[in-house]
Structure formats: C-alpha cells, structure tokens
C-alpha cells in the first residue's frame, strides 16, 4: 500500500542510501493513503487525484510535526513509500479525521522511499507565521478571548502556505533537498 507520512527533515537524517534505494525505518504512527473514505468523499476524482489529495492532508498534518519539535527546519515534509497492507490500519474515530487518514500499526524497517515532498526554503517564513498565529489563538482560547484578528490571522497564513506548492524528490536526492 503506498502511504503518504507527514515528517520534518531531520527525520529524513536516519535514512540509508545505496546505490539501489533510500530506505527509512517506519514506527507506527499517522499517514495517509488512497482509502475507500477518500474515494468517497472525492467520488470524481481519478487515482492520481486521490493521491494529491492525501498527499495535502499528510503536508497539513506535517505542520503540527513542524510545531512540536523545536529547531527542525520550517518545512512541510511528506515521505511517500510502499508497505505492507498489514502494517496499516485504520486512523482512530475521531470526527475530525481526514478521509484518507491511517495509521501505520507497526514498525516497517529499511523501507523503500518512494519520494520525498518537501516545502522550498523560502516557505519557511509562511510555515513560522502558521505556527506564530496558531500559538496565538491557542492562546486567546483558553483566555476566552478569542476574535475575528486572531482567527483571520491564522486563516490568512494557512492560506499562503496551502497556495504553496511541495517540491519533488526522488529517493536519490534526499541529501540535496535544501533546507530552511
């Protein structure tokens, strides 16, 4: 089953590269596939449109990676690869779950990277201003103060971060993807 995993590009430091292939070794954790909920959900789109589809979903959930782990680079990253069906299962039932949300169940070492998606550095200050608005209306929730500034500031930032395209990687390029 190919997935589409959100990550940040440190985490792209603990593949191997031969001659043949990129390989990374997958702990459980939420991705994105093609998946029955997606088709769907999006009923007139062809496979490749299925594939964009969880492939943006897995560079939004990249974002919250992004803004967990302090010092990373400001960069959408989505690393496409192929397991087993048995090593993914269903994403939990949360009512706010993408369609073509998964959940990879078990460990997959040294699998085959596909390729690797990845912002431009020049995004990087889009990716700050996301994660900047969104603290601050964090903030102004738990204070009760939430407003229309606050809201329109994070709905303006994700809008120019979304009109962003991802860049392509081959598995061979992982050590030339620049970074912010």
């Known amino acids: 089953m190919r997935i589409y995993v959100p990550a940040t590009l440190d985490e792209l430091?603990?593949?191997?590269?031969?001659?043949?292939?990129?390989?990374?070794?997958?702990?459980?954790?939420?991705?994105h596939a093609v998946t029955k909920?997606?088709?769907?959900?999006?009923?007139?789109?062809?496979?490749?449109?299925?594939?964009?589809?969880?492939?943006?979903?897995?560079?939004?959930?990249?974002?919250?990676?992004?803004?967990?782990r302090p010092g990373v680079p400001l960069q959408r990253v989505v690393v496409t690869v192929e397991v087993?069906?048995?090593?993914?299962?269903?994403?939990?039932?949360?009512?706010?779950?993408?369609?073509?949300?998964?959940?990879?169940?078990?460990?997959?070492?040294?699998?085959?990277?596909?390729?690797?998606?990845?912002?431009?550095?020049?995004?990087?200050?889009?990716?700050?201003?996301?994660?900047?608005?969104?603290?601050?209306?964090?903030d102004a929730e738990e204070t009760g103060a939430v407003g229309a500034e606050s809201e329109s500031a994070l709905d303006a930032a994700l809008q120019r971060i979304t009109d962003r395209d991802l860049l392509w990687y081959d598995w061979s390029e992982l050590g030339d993807i620049p970074r912010a």
């Open 13 to 31: 430091d603990s593949a191997t590269t031969t001659a043949d292939a990129a390989r990374w070794t997958l702990a459980p954790r939420p991705a």
């Open 37 to 68: 909920e997606l088709e769907a959900a999006l009923p007139d789109e062809d496979e490749e449109g299925l594939e964009y589809a969880a492939a943006i979903e897995a560079a939004s959930d990249s974002l919250a990676l992004v803004a967990a």
């Open 84 to 138: 087993p069906d048995a090593a993914v299962g269903p994403a939990g039932a949360d009512d706010d779950v993408a369609p073509s949300a998964v959940q990879v169940v078990r460990d997959v070492p040294e699998v085959a990277i596909v390729c690797v998606h990845v912002d431009e550095p020049e995004a990087a200050a889009d990716v700050a201003d996301v994660l900047a608005a969104a603290d601050e209306e964090n």
